[in-house]
């Protein structure tokens, strides 16, 4: 089976075909930037272009980055207040007249990782942690997901979010070293592990190609590694999310 995959990201959004029963991509990831403002019509808009790129008539799956409930977001993430209680599948619907399936982009990343990277296997509680424009997580137990997780939301103790004082988009806005970043991101994972407990941190996103210049950074006791997909688990993991 054979799914368009879409990873939708505050900044840029990227798509490919991914073969489902192997976790892996089947085309050449296509990637455009993420409109602004990044309204449900203008993205809409980009989708479209995703679709009419690959000529793709079937099933598409989009990782999305706001938490859901029922399948409405909840809020509108780093994109725009106007996605608050849109139905993100119906709207993409009805503006490709293919079929979607829509998750959080943060849960996608970790579903690619569960079925077939770095988490497939692992007992106890793991953490993904996608970091990007903002802070996304995905949170199992016993290969168990539990859904819609922000824990890139929690405060630090001078009362900021950690997404406002940890993800790569501060990193390269305060221009901080790698060095910098990376005990920042100490506080963040040793915060995860004292409220958690797990058996692994995995690291999404961009900077997931980069770990070894701020991993020695982070001094806690749990396991931490890269994505084995890297920046591709959104794309592989939205399109598993429809054959979950």
């Given amino acids: 089976m054979q799914v368009l995959g879409i990873d939708?990201?505050?900044?840029?959004?990227?798509?490919?075909?991914?073969?489902?029963?192997?976790?892996?991509?089947?085309?050449?990831?296509?990637?455009v930037?993420?409109?602004?403002p990044a309204t449900p019509n203008n993205l809409a808009k980009a989708i479209i272009e995703?679709?009419?790129?690959?000529?793709?008539?079937?099933?598409?799956?989009?990782?999305?980055?706001?938490?859901?409930?029922?399948?409405?977001?909840?809020?509108?993430?780093?994109?725009?207040?106007?996605?608050?209680?849109?139905d993100v599948?119906?709207?993409?619907?009805?503006?490709?007249?293919?079929?979607?399936?829509v998750v959080n982009d943060a849960d996608a990343a970790g579903l690619a990782e569960l079925y077939f990277g770095a988490a497939r296997g692992v007992k106890g509680t793991v953490i993904m942690v996608t970091l990007g424009t903002g802070i996304g997580s995905a949170l199992f137990l016993d290969g168990k997901l539990l859904p819609n997780t922000e824990l890139g939301h929690l405060y630090t103790d001078k009362g900021i979010l950690f997404e406002k004082y940890t993800s790569d988009f501060i990193r390269k806005k305060e221009n901080l070293s790698r060095k910098k970043w990376g005990k920042r991101l100490h506080t963040y994972f040793?915060?995860?592990?004292?409220?958690?407990a797990p058996s692994l941190i995995i690291i999404g996103g961009g900077a997931s190609k980069k770990i070894h210049k701020f991993i020695d950074q982070?001094?806690?006791?749990?396991?931490?590694?890269?994505?084995?997909?890297?920046?591709?688990?959104?794309i592989?993991?939205?399109?598993l999310a429809v054959k979950k």
């Fill in 218 to 234: 982070i001094q806690v006791s749990v396991p931490i590694v890269a994505a084995k997909a890297q920046n591709d688990a959104g």
């Fill in 8 to 31: 939708i990201g505050g900044s840029g959004i990227k798509a490919a075909v991914v073969a489902v029963d192997k976790g892996i991509l089947v085309s050449e990831r296509f990637r």
């Fill in 190 to 196: 040793q915060h995860l592990e004292m409220l958690f």
């Fill in 33 to 36: 930037p993420t409109p602004k």
């Fill in 50 to 86: 995703m679709c009419n790129h690959f000529d793709w008539k079937g099933v598409v799956a989009c990782g999305f980055p706001t938490p859901f409930y029922q399948g409405k977001c909840l809020t509108g993430g780093n994109l725009h207040t106007e996605w608050k209680g849109v």
């Fill in 236 to 239: 592989i993991g939205a399109a």
């Fill in 89 to 101: 599948a119906a709207l993409f619907k009805e503006a490709t007249g293919n079929e979607f399936t």
